[in-house]
């Protein structure tokens, strides 16, 4: 676990991309403004192993020492986040094979297959190196393994990665016929009738997709196939170093599925993650509170660092703008208000050369003398001002919101009743609708408990579309035993295979316990469409009726007109909603707002400015243009 006491400040340090000369000023620039923590040496294989099986760590043991004597602590990285040139030139076979199956070659980052035992082999051996060198160096307060896996190679489809998919999947069905009947395979003639003829769900004939089942097991395997290098690295780190943490950064943001980070996140000492804004939005920042709250329940409430995130511009946006006065220190405090145990950014001092040389840095091209400096000490010297902040975790929410990294990829699928369906969008909006009432989420998996459940007067399911027995019957407990609950459209559809549950959709938990008896899915035709109760609605209406729920609205014109929108029913103690469409904004609002009111549950803030207690601090963070007041 980290070490409290204090708020970690600092970021992604390249010393190995400048002169020697620069080091001094760099230790200089870092005291002034505040850093206490760098990672080192992140991207830096081919400088410490220039040729195969020979080191070189005199520069590291230089700039190591220097920053020791500075003040200043290390985030030591294991650098095996991009392999050198002279790797994959001996070893073409570790490159990754893409979709089509094309080889991708040297020169970007993450250029190996994570199934390669050549990469495992060499990346154990530069792990097992550092680890020996510097587990007891007293610059040194952490460890971070390679660098957001599986950003840029999420999947990998060579020969490989299929044998070892194979041998999952063996380990996953007790048979070739438990996993034919998993996955349909008598749908096309796809039955399979030994584990050899299994392929990966590579690109099919023009029209067609390969199988679901297949797709969503491929990204199970290749989630949990990444973490194997993930596991292999800390363990050899573990034997060691037995007492500073070993963490890897995640990649907290909308569009990230790469892995499972729930599953990811038990074998972490602490969690850290990566978040950038989408620059063209202009309400980025509620998109930003939400990646640090999914994070928080990443860490189950538990210790989490923000590892990384931008003073300004980024470089791989298709308009990179540049942040405005004043968005830095609010983007960071509303990091530290969720729960993080300080502020880091990609990078330290802003490259000269290479593909990230406009990506925004702590010191930029102009200098010392430039306002992202400025603001940079400024932040610096307000989280030095307040260490006690790291004793606290953020308090609890009232509300907990499902989210869930296998409905992510069952959703991305092709083949659904309508293209236009978008899991995180659907999130998203549903967050949105609450961040901007002023009421506080936590994020809980679909695999929570009912005991973990029941911490919550009110959770929320947005688009949870599978759910095994286990899950449905956690999930309908916690609403049959005092708590609320709000079921989203497409939910509860199939089985963790992907198989759909016959006798109307949404299963248990729609049907039997909400008392919606659903019979087909209509996509809307318009735009938007009305509801009986003045609400508008948007993308999804259903042919249904009420099977012992209260309907609160119907679809008032569309395919479905007259049919159940929105239904209650009253559980005892409790209360059951589904809705079943996705409602424009304001009519979200305010839905969410009518059930929190009838819980209690009180809004805080709002109008632009979000209040987040942690601890017995109370932040305040003013996200318009002008001056406000609270109360």
Known sequence: MLNLGKLHFGGDYNPEQWPKEVWAEDIRLMQKAGVNLVSLGIFSWAKLEPKDGHYNFEWLDEIMGMLHEGGISVDMATATASPPAWLSHAHPEMLPIDFDGVQRSFGGRQAYCSASPIYRK??????????????????????????????????????????????????????????????????????????????????????????????????????????ELYKMERDIIKKYDQVNPVTTNFMSMKFTHVVDYFAWAKEVDFVSTDHYLAQHDLLNHIDLAQMADLTRGFAKGGQWLLMEHSSSAVNWQPKNFAKVPGQEKRNAMSFVARGSQGAMYFQWRQGQ???????????????????????????????????????????????????????????????????????????????????????????????????????YPLVMMP?????????????????????????????????RTLRVKLGGYGGKLVKDVIGVYVEEFYPLRESSIKLSNG???????????????????????????????????????????????ELELESQKKFFAEIANGLGIESVGGDGVEIVHRGPHRFEIN?????????
């Not at 610059?139 to 998919?165: I, K, Q």
């Not at 796809?190 to 969503?216: A, F, M, S």
């Not at 902040?389 to 083949?415: C, G, H």
């Not at 993308?539 to 159940?564: C, H, I, P, Q």
Request: aromatic fraction near 12%.
């Open 463 to 495: 688009m949870v579309h599978m759910l095994s027995e286990q899950q449905e019957e956690a999930f309908t407990s916690y609403a049959q035993e005092g708590g609320n609950l709000v079921v989203g459209y497409f939910s509860n559809i199939a089985d």
């Open 623 to 631: 996200h318009n243009k002008g001056t406000v007041s609270v109360s």
């Open 122 to 227: 060499k990346a154990a051996a530069l792990v097992e190196k550092l680890a020996e060198r510097y587990s007891k160096h007293p610059a040194v307060v952490m460890w971070h393994v390679n660098n957001e896996y599986g950003c840029h190679n999420p999947l990998c489809y060579c020969d490989t990665s299929r044998a070892a998919f194979i041998e999952y999947l063996k380990s996953r069905y007790a048979s070739i016929e438990e996993l034919n009947a998993s996955w349909g395979t008598d749908f096309w003639s796809q039955r399979y009738y030994n584990w050899e003829e299994i392929q990966v769900p590579k690109r099919t004939t023009d029209g067609t997709h390969p199988n679901p089942g297949c797709q969503l097991d491929f990204r199970r395997f290749s989630s949990d196939n990444i973490l």
């Open 353 to 455: 050369a290479g593909s990230e040389r406009f990506h925004s840095a702590m010191v930029p091209h102009a200098g010392e003398d430039t306002r992202v400096y400025r603001e940079i000490s400024e932040l610096g010297a307000l989280l030095k001002a307040h260490p006690e902040i790291s004793e606290f975790p953020t308090n609890r929410a009232k509300v907990a919101m499902v989210f869930d990294y296998e409905q992510y990829w069952a959703l991305m699928q092709q083949n659904l009743p309508t293209d236009d369906i978008n899991y995180p969008d659907t999130v998203a909006k549903w967050y949105r609708a609450l961040w901007e009432l002023g009421i506080q989420v936590d994020f809980v998996s679909a695999d929570a408990t009912n005991a973990e459940l029941s911490k």
């Open 535 to 581: 609400m508008s609605a948007t993308l999804w209406s259903e042919l249904s009726r009420a099977n012992g729920a209260e309907v609160l609205a119907t679809f008032d014109g569309g395919d479905a007109k007259g049919s159940v929108a929105i239904a209650k029913r009253s559980l005892g103690s409790s209360t059951a909603y589904y809705q079943a469409t």
